[in-house]
T-cell receptor
Framework: NAGVMQNPRHLVRRRGQEARLRCSPM?????VYWYRQLPEEGLKFMVY????????ESGMPKERFSAEFPKEGPSILRIQQVVRGDSAAYFC??????????????FGPGTRLTVT | GESVGLHLPTLSVQEGDNSIINCAYSNSASDYFIWYKQESGKGPQFIIDIRANMDKRQGERVTVLLNKTVKHLSLQIAATQPGDSAVYFC??????????FGSGTKLNVKP
């Protein structure tokens, strides 16, 4: 039973380019969460999605960032016109239910984005 | 916004000793707390959780204590092993889907 998959593991982009980060949740999980982690800091919540729906995007910057979780395929975190401040590790997590009771999120290995 | 913080950024212990990692939280309405372990280059891994209506919960070699009076959470690791070396985060959860993580404590286990 594969865990949460993220790709690419490392991504280098020049300023102004677009970054696409992909997350495949654990089998059977329909809830996906994206977090950003700066060096030496904790994870910061960005967005929570269910299949085809954005449930909570309160942690996501209003501009340049978007996320989707289509009916088929992985969840995508998209960053347009990247700037150096976007350099960070981006983690995806998935859960079986809406985290009522178990509260267990399973995290992927992360994508480390470097903007040059 | 709400925040979760940690008292000690780094902790060094001798192999075999017990470790205690502390965490302060600010939202008295948080209904759930989780401790995560993050090894270098990997995503966080769930260790143990505790509901706000509990004071203590034990797992295998780990115990979480919750003091709601002072909004304090701790993780105790018994007989610390080299494999326990990692960064440990506490997270508070409220509204059932909002996670707030602390900045982490790095645990170094000396052989």
């Amino acid at each position: 039973n594969a865990g949460v998959m993220q790709n690419p593991r490392h991504l280098v982009r020049r300023r102004g380019q677009e970054a696409r980060l992909r997350c495949s949740p654990m089998k059977g999980h329909s809830h996906v969460y994206w977090y950003r982690q700066l060096p030496e800091e904790g994870l910061k919540f960005m967005v929570y999605l269910q299949k085809e729906n954005i449930i909570d995007e309160s942690g996501m910057p209003k501009e340049r960032f978007s996320a989707e979780f289509p009916k088929e395929g992985p969840s995508i975190l998209r960053i347009q016109q990247v700037v150096r401040g976007d350099s960070a590790a981006y983690f995806c997590a998935s859960s079986l239910t809406r985290l009522a009771g178990g509260y267990e999120q399973y995290f992927g290995p992360g994508t480390r984005l470097t903007v040059t | 916004g709400e925040s979760v913080g940690l008292h000690l950024p780094t902790l060094s212990v001798q192999e075999g000793d017990n470790s205690i990692i502390n965490c302060a939280y600010s939202n008295s309405a948080s209904d759930y707390f989780i401790w995560y372990k993050q090894e270098s280059g990997k995503g966080p891994q769930f260790i143990i959780d505790i509901r706000a209506n509990m004071d203590k919960r034990q797992g295998e070699r780990v115990t979480v204590l919750l003091n709601k009076t002072v909004k304090h959470l701790s993780l105790q690791i018994a007989a610390t092993q080299p494999g326990d070396s990692a960064v440990y985060f506490c997270a508070e959860i409220y509204n059932f889907n909002k996670f707030y993580f602390g900045s982490g404590t790095k645990l170094n286990v000396k052989p």
